[in-house]
């Protein structure tokens, strides 16, 4: 668009030759006259709130109430207005703003406000029988009216969160392409091949700030879902801005289909992706530097790019190469360690001693288990100032082979080199429990019922209080349940998981399981590297977070066997993870928004986006 105050006295002339006579015409020109300062400022690339793209019309800002005008590329009004999730708010359009906006007779007479369309709708979501169905409910919801959608996802976080992300969305990626309607994200194939930075310019929005990318390798424990995938970063950056307060229109979702292994799929006459054998090796390596090249050169220094979901040879190797040069983070490796790691310092209260005191154990040697693992021997090296090498000690992991250790060093991964130490080869995981005799139980493996009752009770047998962790997801695939957990254990158990469980009874107690869930980080995570205007993500950043998490939970939560705070308390968590991480970022010289901020966490909650209706001119 022309720059409109530089161009004034020409744009003038234009309107003379158009003899503009019509109210309508002369509101529109009006509109475009007002605004033509802020278009400049929005199209010269002027930095805002966050060390982000700036946003012209406060979107950024959860605190302004001025009337705005409901601006896409031109004025948005009418029938087009109604379409345009961004802006419509349905039934909640005033008298006022019906006419001023061709609205009359486009809807019904009655004027609702938000919360009871909120109301309305919870009631009709609940009559649906079947979490899938939900789910397509709130896509839907999602694709016509944006503030209603994270409105509903904000207050209602607790019921809402296991529909849009895990467990549900795990099925819903299975079932993607049956259940796709409309695109929500960018799709970029291998046949896009030297073309990947002229497709990012196809999406509608500009200033994007985060992406969430897979390549559909990995999704959560089903294994190789190819194009499917998408619905991993789609719901990733739901709770980037329901949980973390980042403004949807800065999210961008993507997939990189280099095509898929899954037999299933290939055979699918109804498959949206690529049918072909995934790309490997040098072809897959030039794909995806073109990607993250043509993402910088687009999107400038500053733009978050989240891996998701790839699978362990290529989520080890493409944040090794890229972390140096771009602001990437991987949320299976980074995001996952980094919540553990606040429920273990969360459980230091009622185990005792500090983490340099207890011996861990994982079922799952992978990009999950090494990530968590590293994070817990810096944590213990830089509290305990010995040597990370030497905290690696503690920590012992088991995969598909069974313990590795170090007679096994001729044939492990890389990644997996670390953890091989000195002891007699086991093959599995309950004699590993019996050798190494553990105080932490992490499982990672993807693989339901993988800690039986025979481990439980080994566990129990070795500790009066053993912490187990059975992290993989969805709900299938979940190493045990709790109730699996407390009953096997006798109640002695500290249990949390990846995917969520109901509470438990036992004996009289009532026992309620925590989450370990990654959207205790990423959102806030997230938003702690927009606001500061980070250029890199450094471990200590990780380790900040995780300590603001394990910060939040309070003795009334331990007593109820949770070592992680409820989620109606998340955008506050959020601001909080938020405020360190930045503060963290400047203490390294990694902050770009200068100065910083007085007040981390209240410049933190500044910067969360509302989902309250506005009000239209």
Not at 440 to 450: C, E, M, N, P, Q
Request: charged share 20%; aromatic share 8%.
């Amino acid at each position: 668009m022309m720059s409109l105050n530089r161009n004034r006295p020409h744009f003038l002339r234009l309107l003379v030759n158009l003899k503009v006579k019509g109210e309508r015409e002369k509101r529109v020109i009006r509109g475009i006259m007002s605004t033509g300062n802020a278009l400049d400022e929005m199209t010269q690339g002027s930095n805002g709130v966050g060390g982000g793209v700036k946003d012209v019309y406060g979107e950024d800002s959860a605190t302004e109430a001025q009337h705005i005008t409901p601006w896409t590329v031109s004025v948005a009004s009418g029938y087009t207005l109604l379409r345009d999730p961004h802006h419509n708010k349905g039934l909640a359009f005033t008298e006022k703003e019906r006419d001023a906006h061709y609205l009359r007779g486009l809807l019904p007479p009655a004027c609702l406000s938000q919360e009871l369309q909120a109301k309305k709708f919870l009631a009709t979501l609940r009559q649906y029988e079947t979490p899938l169905q939900k789910y397509i409910a709130m896509m839907d919801l999602q694709e016509r009216n944006e503030k209603l959608f994270y409105k509903l996802l904000i207050d209602h976080v607790e019921e809402l969160l296991p529909l849009v992300y895990t467990p549900t969305v795990g099925e819903a990626c299975q079932k993607y392409g049956s259940i796709f309607r409309r695109p929500q994200g960018l799709f970029i194939s291998l046949k896009d091949k030297g073309k990947i930075l002229e497709i990012l310019k196809n999406w509608p929005e500009k200033n994007i700030q985060v992406i969430v990318v897979t390549d559909g390798e990995r999704i959560l424990g089903l294994g190789d879902l190819g194009c499917q995938g998408m619905g991993i970063p789609v719901g990733k950056l739901s709770l980037y801005t329901a949980l973390g307060g980042v403004r949807p229109s800065a999210c961008l979702p993507i997939t990189l289909d280099v095509g898929t292994n899954n037999e299933k799929l290939l055979n699918d006459e109804f498959y949206i992706g690529l049918k072909q054998n995934r790309a490997t090796g040098k072809e897959y390596a030039e794909f995806a530097q073109e990607f993250m090249s043509a993402v910088k050169q687009n999107y400038g220094e500053k733009i978050l790019v989240q891996f998701e979901d790839f699978a362990n040879h290529n989520a080890f190797e493409l944040l090794e190469k890229y972390r140096k040069t771009h602001l990437v983070f991987n949320d299976d490796i980074q995001g996952t360690a980094s919540v553990v790691l606040a429920g273990l310092i969360a459980s230091l209260k009622p185990l005792g001693g500090n983490l340099a005191d207890h011996t861990f154990l994982f079922l799952g040697a992978g990009e999950a288990g090494t990530g968590i693992a590293e994070l817990i021997a810096r944590e213990m090296s830089n509290k305990t100032n010995a040597p990370v090498e030497e905290m690696r000690k503690k920590i012992w992991l088991v995969d598909s082979k069974g313990l590795v250790v170090s007679s096994r060093k001729e044939s492990l991964q890389s990644f997996k080199l670390p953890w091989a130490h000195e002891a007699k080869p086991v093959t599995t995981l309950l004699e590993a429990v019996q050798v190494i005799k553990p105080t932490v139980l992490i499982g990672t493996s993807g693989k339901g019922k993988t800690f039986t009752k025979e481990v439980v009770e080994a566990m129990s047998s070795i500790n009066s209080k053993p912490l187990i962790l059975a992290l993989s997801n969805p709900t299938s695939q979940s190493e045990c349940t709790a109730e699996e957990a407390y009953t096997w254990s006798k109640g002695q158990a500290i249990f949390a998981s990846g995917s969520p469980f109901d509470p438990v009874e036992y004996e009289g107690h009532t026992f309620v399981p925590g989450q370990a869930n990654n959207a205790y980080i990423f959102p806030g995570f997230g938003l702690g590297l927009i606001m500061c205007g980070a250029i890199r993500v450094h471990d200590d950043m990780l380790l900040a977070a995780s300590e603001a998490l394990a910060a939040q939970v309070t003795e009334k939560h331990l007593a109820k066997g949770l070592i992680y705070p409820p989620y109606k308390d998340i955008r506050n968590i959020s601001a909080n993870i938020a405020a360190k991480v930045a503060e963290k970022a400047y203490e390294l010289g990694l902050a770009s928004r200068l100065p910083q901020p007085e007040n981390l966490v209240k410049y933190a909650e500044s910067c969360m986006y509302s989902p309250n209706y506005r009000n239209y001119r």
